[in-house]
């Protein structure tokens, strides 16, 4: 998510001409971008890191739902 924000950002400081970014070459923001696509769409999933972020969210998941189970039990 950085790498997007900071695509993002240098896309803006270009496009509106802020300090040294003025001379930045488009280039160098289409590398950028061209990494991102890459690192998300194939490295990530090459080093499971997708996987394991789907596993901590259902484990979140999962520790809320026996948390609220344990709260009505002791209600009821």
Same mark, same amino acid.
């Given at each position: 998510?950085?790498?997007? @924000?900071?695509?993002?950002?240098?896309? /803006? $400081?270009?496009? %509106?001409?802020?300090?040294? =970014?003025?001379? @930045?070459?488009?280039?160098?923001?289409? /590398? $950028?971008?061209? %990494?991102?696509?890459?690192? =998300?769409?194939?490295?990530?999933?090459?080093?499971?890191?997708?996987?394991?972020?789907?596993?901590?969210?259902?484990?979140?998941?999962?520790?809320?739902?026996?948390?609220?189970?344990?709260?009505?039990?002791?209600?009821?």
């Amino acid at each position: 998510m950085p790498l997007i @924000l900071l695509i993002a950002a240098l896309c /803006g $400081l270009r496009l %509106f001409e802020v300090w040294r =970014f003025a001379d @930045l070459s488009w280039w160098v923001i289409g /590398g $950028l971008m061209v %990494f991102a696509f890459i690192w =998300f769409e194939f490295i990530e999933k090459l080093l499971g890191l997708d996987k394991k972020k789907a596993h901590e969210v259902l484990q979140r998941h999962r520790a809320a739902r026996v948390k609220q189970a344990f709260v009505k039990r002791r209600r009821g």
